[in-house]
């Protein structure tokens, strides 16, 4: 999903530029781009190499989709177009679960912020005896 460093910044670009209620269209896009009223709050997120994870809370009702609507078809066609491919970029649609109580949501907020430790040390959970830094 993320090739390079400049898949990533891509990435957090278009999570900047989707939030928002206007249709974009990127190549019109300039160094004045005001994208208004967004249409999500997001908490927290984390970028893998082969996935990644979003905290979001809406500002209206269905608005979760709309981004994530706006933000994957939008990364799919850079990445197909920069990487010469067709096709699905994802293996199905976004899965989304309600954070419906505080302990939850704390948890969720550990898992999404601890989830590239996995990349350093897989089992970095169960080692007693890791390198803190």
């Excluded at 500002?59 to 010469?84: C, D, H, P, V």
Aim: one cysteine or more; proline letters at 2%.
């Amino acid at each position: 999903m993320f090739s390079d460093t400049q898949d990533y910044r891509h990435f957090l670009f278009l999570m900047y530029i989707c939030n928002t209620t206007k249709s974009i269209e990127l190549r019109n896009i300039g160094k004045s781009f005001d994208r208004g009223e967004t249409i999500v709050d997001i908490g927290a997120y984390c970028l893998m190499p082969n996935h990644f994870h979003i905290l979001i809370c809406e500002k209206k009702e269905g608005k979760i989709s709309t981004y994530m609507r706006k933000l994957l078809t939008a990364y799919s066609m850079y990445f197909n177009k920069k990487y010469k491919r067709t096709g699905k970029l994802y293996e199905g649609v976004f899965k989304s679960i309600h954070a419906n109580k505080d302990t939850y949501l704390k948890y969720l907020y550990s898992y999404i912020h601890l989830n590239p430790a996995k990349l350093i040390d897989k089992n970095w959970k169960e080692n007693k005896n890791r390198n803190i830094s």
